[in-house]
């Protein structure tokens, strides 16, 4: 009953009852009166209760009756349910009146659905109405259906009121127009036009959208505006994502700049991400370093990612390090994102320290991950 409270079975030892009143099925074993009462198929093939519980059947067998009743076309033939959530079908089946009802055009030549959630084709055939529709130009010569999402070229965008959104997959808007948006297209603005935006007069970046946070992929930002943006001046490093979050990956922090951020002035990290967690991969805090993030000055983990939720995957942690976070003193488990969901992979929890969870101290188990 410890487990009826998470409503999964990990050892599929749920009774049919059981697993009824969560609407899932352990072993392709429903009758169909037991499906219809869910108003889902019966399908004893699936591979996947997830699929069932959004009334899918990812092994094809719903009946025309039954998918109509979702609102979803009756084809057997789609390769990703997920596609099907969204009213679309990768597979080309859908009728036009199917497809119209969603308000998308009733081609069946798609190559990627995901492109109909913008009322997009990325294979140009919609035709110039239906593109028209959507505020859209019907031009068919974009490289990139993903520019469609913002409008194609200069002037279709003026003749539809589109300008605003600043894309132009032909390259056809002029520096000024691309400047009202802040954005750089070619790689011509002046000094003094990137200055007017706060951002450093490099030509060589090779992503717009670094510039729009104010970050230089090309490790061409002066120091003094690097300073502005209080960020270290450092012009090696590797990722300008890393800049955004005021780190620095290539170890070019003073330990002064290091303390404004309230993160170890340790010089010898391999990903500046986990300095943003406060926890250093490469084992150079100090005990005191740890301490001021409550963490354990175990210097031999593997991935700081564990230590952010005060568990150890390498065994360093002591009796009253674990029971300080309610966990199991356990040295044995093997992936400590478990200890998470308060169960123990290794099977070395007590029966005593599953109750406390809420768990059912079974161990028995072939996948923790329904616990």
């Known amino acids: 009953?410890?487990?009826?409270?998470?409503?999964?079975?990990?050892?599929?030892?749920?009774?049919?009852?059981?697993?009824?009143?969560?609407?899932?099925?352990?072993?392709?074993?429903?009758?169909?009166?037991?499906?219809?009462?869910?108003?889902?198929?019966?399908?004893?093939?699936?591979?996947?209760?997830?699929?069932?519980?959004?009334?899918?059947?990812?092994?094809?067998?719903?009946?025309?009756?039954?998918?109509?009743?979702?609102?979803?076309?009756?084809?057997?033939s789609f390769s990703n349910s997920e596609f099907f959530q969204r009213g679309l079908s990768p597979a080309r089946s859908f009728s036009n009146v199917e497809f119209l009802q969603r308000g998308v055009s009733p081609t069946r030549s798609v190559s990627n659905a995901e492109f109909f959630k913008y009322g997009v084709y990325p294979s140009r055939s919609f035709s110039s109405t239906e593109f028209l529709q959507r505020g859209v130009s019907q031009a068919r010569s974009f490289s990139s259906a993903e520019f469609l999402q913002h409008g194609v070229s200069r002037a279709e965008f003026l003749q539809r009121g589109i300008f605003q959104h600043g894309l132009s997959p032909a390259r056809t808007f002029s520096t000024a127009e691309f400047l009202q948006r802040g954005v750089y297209p070619v790689r011509s603005f002046s000094n003094a036009e990137f200055l007017q935006r706060g951002v450093a007069p490099t030509r060589r970046f090779s992503n717009a959208e670094f510039l729009l946070c104010g970050?230089?992929?090309?490790?061409?930002?002066?120091?003094?505006?690097?300073?502005?943006?209080?960020?270290?001046?450092?012009?090696?490093?590797?990722?300008a994502e890393f800049l955004q979050c005021g780190l620095s990956p290539t170890r070019s922090f003073s330990s002064a700049e290091f303390f404004q951020r309230g993160v170890s002035p340790a010089r010898s990290f391999s990903s500046a991400e986990f300095l943003q967690l406060g926890v250093s991969p490469t084992r150079s805090f100090s005990n005191t370093d740890f301490l001021q993030y409550e963490l354990s000055p175990a210097r031999c983990f593997s991935n700081s990612e564990f230590f952010q939720r005060g568990v150890s995957p390498t065994r360093t942690f002591s009796d009253a390090e674990f029971l300080q976070r309610g966990l199991s003193p356990t040295q044995s488990f093997s992936n400590a994102e478990f200890l998470q969901r308060g169960v123990s992979l290794p099977r070395s929890f007590s029966s005593t320290e599953f109750l406390q969870r809420g768990v059912s101290p079974t161990l028995s188990f072939s996948n923790t991950e329904f616990l």
């Open 1 to 76: 009953m410890e487990f009826l409270q998470h409503r999964v079975s990990p050892t599929r030892s749920f009774s049919s009852a059981e697993f009824l009143q969560r609407g899932v099925s352990p072993a392709r074993s429903f009758f169909n009166a037991e499906f219809l009462l869910r108003g889902v198929s019966r399908a004893r093939s699936f591979s996947n209760a997830d699929f069932l519980q959004r009334g899918l059947s990812p092994a094809r067998t719903f009946s025309s009756a039954e998918f109509l009743k979702r609102g979803i076309s009756p084809t057997r």
């Open 215 to 239: 970050v230089s992929p090309e490790r061409s930002i002066p120091s003094a505006e690097l300073l502005l943006r209080g960020v270290s001046p450092a012009r090696s490093f590797s990722s």
